[in-house]
């Protein structure tokens, strides 16, 4: 064992295990440091506006009564209306809605966009509910949020087990909620919806696409090619797909996968379409794809490859496992899937973290489009939509990995200085409403 290892472990146990509300919070303090932030601006931002939790009763297909509830969490608009998706999963709870709402202000703000941060959800286990459960539960959560929610106020999107149909029900709810002469002009209350309702083309890929724009963009600058390198997948839903389809058209090659169902492994590649087509049939679950072996839940991120994606859950690289990780690249696909002890551990070691609000950005990117072909009544076609992607989605990681080099830091530290700088800009600009 090295020195440097026996250190970092040594350090890792003495370390208390963290919440993902101390890790935004400590992430915020580094950067907020890092730009000598106005303490007032400060004392605003360290908190949040409104955080609304609603009960609310669902009649079950067998008749009986549950009840529910929903949350959201409204973080910051100084720049625009509250922005940020629902997620569904039992984890839901108050302080990872603040989290997330947070870092949802420094994505939209770090990409330029019109808008603040917001997050919530159901705390729910989707899968133990039938379709019209589920839209039941969908369309009363939406009439409890109503009058916190608005094209102009707060616009919600999906998230973790969620997905354009959950949005098409909420729309269709609120829009129903409105008087008949405005019901259509508030088609924009959510965006993710499907491209019949009012949706973006290319809205179902656009996260994907920006993580993989993100590896790109990075391999591009450390004159690498993308040929050949070896990349790990946590979550092979919507984000973990698009992202493995992208990578696998440039020649990189997907060798482990980790859903909630089992991990897998091949080092000699996994067929990216074959893997999702064989989940289409076996209720999507990656367990037992018979071109790959099952390796241990607890050694995935030990796996030889060159980069790894996390794109499930947050606090997934922590202390416990940021040792044993290979790759000399992470990719945040998920929203906090590395907490501050695994990322202080990876940084030590070298390895390059390209952040959540840097790398998944490109699914508020494309609702960002969403709600704009809705508000000015347009129709974007597929290759359009992926042009507007490409073009943003550099300009961000341009600014990011520019920016981090300039001042010596990480790309983290970087993107949250980037962002905070434009909110306090704006405060200091309007000034604080006495």
Avoid at 36 to 64: A, R
Avoid at 297 to 318: H, M, S, V
Avoid at 338 to 362: A, F, M, Y
Wanted: hydrophobic share 40%; aromatic share 8%.
């Amino acid at each position: 064992m090295s020195t440097l290892t026996a250190e970092l472990k040594e350090k890792a146990k003495k370390v208390p295990q963290r919440g993902m509300m101390d890790n935004v919070m400590e992430q915020f303090e580094s950067a907020a440091n890092q730009i000598n932030l106005h303490p007032n601006i400060k004392k605003i931002l360290s908190i949040t506006n409104n955080e609304i939790i609603v009960n609310f009763p669902v009649k079950m297909d067998n008749g009986d009564v549950e009840i529910f509830t929903g949350y959201r969490v409204q973080h910051n608009n100084a720049l625009g209306p509250y922005k940020g998706g629902l997620r569904y999963h039992p984890t839901v709870d108050i302080d990872a809605a603040r989290a997330l709402a947070m870092w949802m202000t420094w994505k939209t703000s770090l990409a330029g966009l019109p808008y603040g941060g917001g997050k919530g959800g159901i705390k729910i286990d989707p899968s133990k509910y039938s379709k019209t459960e589920l839209e039941r539960i969908t369309r009363r959560f939406t009439f409890a949020l109503a009058d916190n929610i608005g094209p102009e106020h707060d616009i919600p999107a999906p998230d973790v087990n969620t997905n354009s149909q959950t949005m098409a029900w909420m729309a269709d709810t609120y829009m129903s909620t409105r008087p008949p002469a405005e019901r259509t002009a508030n088609q924009h209350v959510v965006t993710g919806k499907p491209a019949g309702s009012g949706g973006l083309e290319g809205r179902d890929r656009a996260t994907g696409y920006g993580v993989y724009l993100s590896i790109k963009f990075w391999a591009e600058k450390n004159n690498q090619s993308l040929e050949g390198k070896k990349y790990i997948v946590q979550g092979f839903g919507n984000v973990g797909y698009w992202a493995a389809h992208f990578l696998e058209k440039d020649g990189a090659i997907l060798v482990g996968v980790q859903d909630a169902f089992g991990s897998i492994e091949n080092q000699k590649g996994i067929d990216v379409e074959g893997l999702f087509n064989y989940m289409q049939v076996n209720d999507g679950s990656i367990a037992d794809f018979p071109k790959a072996k099952e390796v241990k839940k607890e050694t995935f991120f030990a796996l030889e490859c060159d980069i790894c994606i996390p794109a499930a859950l947050g606090n997934q690289i922590t202390k416990e496992n940021a040792l044993s990780i290979k790759a000399k690249l992470i990719a945040e696909g998920a929203n906090g899937p590395t907490n501050v002890e695994g990322e202080k551990i990876l940084t030590e070691r070298g390895v390059t973290i390209i952040p959540d609000i840097l790398c998944n950005s490109g699914g508020v990117v494309g609702s960002y489009f969403e709600w704009l072909q809705n508000r000015n009544g347009e129709l974007w076609q597929l290759d359009e939509v992926m042009a507007k992607l490409d073009k943003k989605l550099k300009e961000s990681f341009n600014k990011v990995y520019d920016y981090a080099k300039a001042e010596g830091i990480d790309m983290r530290t970087a993107a949250f200085s980037i962002a905070i700088k434009r909110i306090e800009k704006a405060y200091i600009e309007r000034g604080i409403f006495p």
